[in-house]
T-cell receptor
Framework: GQSLEQPSEVTAVEGAIVQINCTYQ??????LSWYQQHDGGAPTFLSY????GLEETGRFSSFLSRSDSYGYLLLQELQMKDSASYFC?????????????FGAGTRLFVKA | DTAVSQTPKYLVTQMGNDKSIKCEQN?????MYWYKQDSKKFLKIMFS???????INETVPNRFSPKSPDKAHLNLHINSLELGDSAVYFC??????????????FGPGTRLTVL
């Protein structure tokens, strides 16, 4: 089967750097995505890693290590508006075709 | 312009009723999804359609029936509503089902409350 693990909550201070980890178990792995969801809002796409290494998009970066079945989302220069839930999502391909499965989400609290 | 829209935004109903949620995307995507997000924020895939054809049907009670009249629309009909159906239901779309990268665009969600 498939499983993803990420911390349920992380707290950090405005201006700091925070890393949200995601470990996964799946067969037919293709890539790892990250989504952000504010309270009362819809999930929005942040990044996708199909290959090992770091992808940078402004203050946000995402990393993947396929050999370790591990990835993380790095948020720099934290702002209050970054308080939200962050979901990692695994893309895999098996006999049934492609599928994307979401983790349980990490709630990030940014404090002043 | 709204990319993925859902109606209604809120739905309050009694147990045992039948209700529908509508979803439309104007992105020209081939693939559409329904997700259920419970109070613990867990996003669970329910169904996925590619160009009007069902490609993913997770272990969802058969009281839930999706319908895709065309690739821009994916509706969800729920029969005999139960208390446990209370959740936020999200519709999403992505360019195509067969890609390694899968950027999904979510609708605003429908908050369903069953009394």
């Amino acid at each position: 089967g498939q499983s993803l693990e990420q911390p349920s909550e992380v707290t950090a201070v405005e201006g700091a750097i925070v890393q949200i980890n995601c470990t996964y178990q799946t067969s037919g792995f293709y890539g790892l995505s990250w989504y952000q969801q504010h309270d009362g809002g819809a999930p929005t796409f942040l990044s996708y890693n199909g290959l090992d290494g770091l992808e940078e998009t402004g203050r946000f970066s995402s990393f993947l290590s396929r050999s370790d079945s591990y990835g993380y989302l790095l948020l720099q220069e934290l702002q209050m508006k970054d308080s939200a839930s962050y979901f990692c999502a695994v893309r895999s391909r098996n006999t049934g075709g492609f599928k994307t499965i979401f983790g349980a989400g990490t709630r990030l609290f940014v404090k002043a | 312009d709204t990319a993925v829209s859902q109606t209604p935004k809120y739905l309050v109903t009694q147990m045992g009723n039948d209700k529908s949620i509508k979803c439309e995307q104007n992105l020209g995507h081939d693939t559409m999804y329904w997700y259920k997000q419970d109070s613990k924020k867990f996003l669970k895939i329910m169904f996925s359609y590619n160009n009007k054809e069902l490609i993913i049907n997770e272990t969802v009670p058969n009281r839930f029936s999706p319908k895709s009249p065309d690739k821009a629309h994916l509706n969800l009909h729920i029969n005999s509503l139960e208390l446990g159906d209370s959740a936020v239901y999200f519709c999403a779309s992505s360019p195509f089902a067969g890609g390694a990268a899968d950027t999904q665009y979510f609708g605003p969600g429908t908050r369903l409350t069953v009394l």
